[in-house]
């Protein structure tokens, strides 16, 4: 296992799971209610290459007069990039940078929240409905035996290693089935802080450009990273069940897909 090279994949998350606040009071309709989870992977060879020089950009930013006043850094004991919190100048800085990366690929999974989808195919069940999302966006992408796959998963809402191994291996059992030879996939897991792994602020600004273009139509962000988006899955897209897998030649766009609804329909 140590003589495989390795492949590195990194998930996070934009939005959340939830339908029910405490004592199960449904949220859709209340303030509050987010009404998608998009799921994003970044997939890595060279771990340490791109790590190193995300830190140097942080670095970078941090000794730098014009922008280390800044509220996001200057009010933070120690500031990592975050797409939520970041000013505009760190934000446009830093995608500048990831438009001359060429060292990543990244795919997407969005999940509409609907009541129906996730009463009748998640049977109400948060971790149901997260981790569907987490095997659609693995489907594929754990396909070959010369490669051990470490998959680190940020620390968000509890996730857990146990649910995120179940999902990988529902992953891999699936598409074995598709295959005439079944492939002994390795891989491990790694739950891991986003503060603390440099890595995981590509999939982070890249789910925020894709969220802000899906619920505010600016996609000015979006559009700049375009050409990194490998594939794009609006999973619960009924209305366009053989169009919903967008990637480089069919590009997302939200004219594309069906109505964005906010009140879980």
Known sequence: MDKLPKKYYFIDESGDAAFYAKGKKLLIGNIGFNP???LGLV???DKTKVRNKIIEFQNNVVNDPLYNTLPCINKTTKWYLHARTD?????????????????????HVIGRKKLSTFQNK?????????????????????????????IFLSDRNGNSLSHLKNAINKAI????????????????????QSRLTPELSIVDYLLWSLQRCILT???RFYKALEEKYNLIIDLYDSEHPET????????????????????GK
């Open 36 to 38: 998608l989870l998009i």
């Open 122 to 150: 998640h049977n109400s069940n948060e971790n149901e409905f997260y981790f569907d999302l987490v095997f659609h966006l693995l489907q594929d992408r754990l396909s070959d035996e010369k490669f051990f796959y470490h």
């Open 87 to 107: 000013q505009l100048e760190i934000r446009s800085k830093f995608i500048e940078l990831l438009r001359t990366m060429d060292d990543f690929e990244s795919y």
């Open 173 to 192: 059992e699936r598409d074995n089935k598709l295959r005439t030879k079944k492939l002994n996939i390795r891989f491990e897991c790694t739950i891991v």
């Open 217 to 219: 139509d600016e996609i």
């Open 244 to 263: 919903n897998y967008y990637n480089k030649e069919n590009k997302f766009a939200k004219t594309k897909a069906s109505e964005f609804r906010l009140d």
């Open 43 to 45: 997939v890595l060879d």
